[in-house]
């Protein structure tokens, strides 16, 4: 499961640990509940697509700066 945690990365590592040491107990309660004999090994990794969304909106917005400076420039010509 990909998961999305904000915080520092010591707040993050207490998280992916607190969520590594229930994976088991969560097995057993989903192979339960869907009546499975087996049921597949939970991962938790992280999701990094916040990061990535905001890391683009900055670049963008860079890009859109640079771009209005040029415009004047052109109009001061």
């Not at 969520?19 to 087996?38: G, I, K, Y």
């Amino acid at each position: 499961m990909y998961v999305s945690v904000l915080g520092s990365d010591t707040e993050k590592q207490a998280t992916f640990d607190g969520l590594d040491s229930v994976a088991s107990h969560l097995r057993s309660r989903v192979a339960r509940q869907l009546r499975l004999r087996v049921a597949p090994e939970i991962q938790f990794k992280e999701d990094d697509t916040i990061a990535r969304a905001a890391r683009i909106e900055s670049l963008l917005a860079d890009v859109k700066k640079r771009d209005a400076a040029a415009t004047r420039g052109r109009e001061d010509d």
